[in-house]
């Protein structure tokens, strides 16, 4: 079974502070996303990578960068915190060699609260 | 435009019926169609997946495709109330290349 850990389930920071997201998934998925969730809005793209140090922006980046070191791990920066941040990150992971049929793994998901 | 469309409901159902629930896409391109299932406060899980026109069953669970018309829809028979979560319609392809795009989801009640 493939298993996308994120390594938070809530997490409450303050206007200003640097927040780091981590996502880590052990199927050797080349494609990582995350997603943030908020009522009424459905799930948004933020960012998605096909490969270690590759990233490309989804439909919401400003505010949010990413690193992808490892193939296994894909993290979510949060530069500066905001309260408009306040929301459900989802994490997810993908084998495109199945094509596109293949499923698409979700973490968890943790739930950021920026006071 | 979005993307994909979905009525957010809730769409209540009694125990026992049919719920049916609708979809609309705007990239003709689109190649595959997802139906996950998210339980509050849980992430979404997948139920199935569609690519090509026509009907495909899984169990009590139905997905029919109109690549035509842009509309995929999920039918579940027999409904109970563990059945009652908020579906979520995702595409692939097309414009989206490997990315999942989204609707709005759907808020299934089924009601005893």
């Known amino acids: 079974d493939v298993k996308v850990t994120q390594s938070s389930r809530y997490l409450v920071k303050r206007t200003g502070e640097k927040v780091f997201l981590e996502c880590v998934q052990d199927m050797d998925h080349e494609n990582m996303f995350w997603y943030r969730q908020d009522p009424g809005l459905g799930l948004r793209l933020i960012y998605f990578?096909?490969?270690?140090?590759?990233?490309e922006k989804g439909d919401i980046p400003e505010g949010y960068s990413v690193s992808r070191e490892k193939k296994e791990r894909f993290s979510l920066i949060l530069e500066s915190a905001s309260t408009n941040q306040t929301s459900m990150y989802l994490c997810?992971?993908?084998?495109?060699?199945?094509?596109?049929?293949?499923?698409?793994?979700f973490g968890n998901g943790t739930r950021l609260t920026v006071t | 435009q979005k993307e994909v469309e979905q009525n957010s409901g809730p769409l209540s159902v009694p125990e026992g019926a049919i719920a049916s629930l609708n979809c609309t896409y705007s990239d003709r391109g689109s190649q595959s169609f997802f139906w996950y299932r998210q339980y509050s406060g849980k992430s979404p899980e997948l139920i199935m997946f569609?690519?090509?026109?026509g009907d495909k069953e899984d169990g009590r669970f139905t997905a029919q495709l109109n690549k035509a018309s842009q509309y995929v829809s999920l039918l579940i028979r027999d409904s109970q109330p563990s059945d009652s979560a908020t579906y979520l319609c995702a595409r692939m392809g097309g414009n989206a290349g490997n990315m999942l795009t989204f609707g709005g989801g759907t808020r299934l009640m089924v009601k005893p």
């Open positions: 990578s096909y490969d270690v140090k590759m990233k």
């Open positions: 569609i690519y090509s026109n």
């Open positions: 997810a992971s993908f084998n495109p060699g199945q094509g596109y049929n293949s499923p698409l793994h």
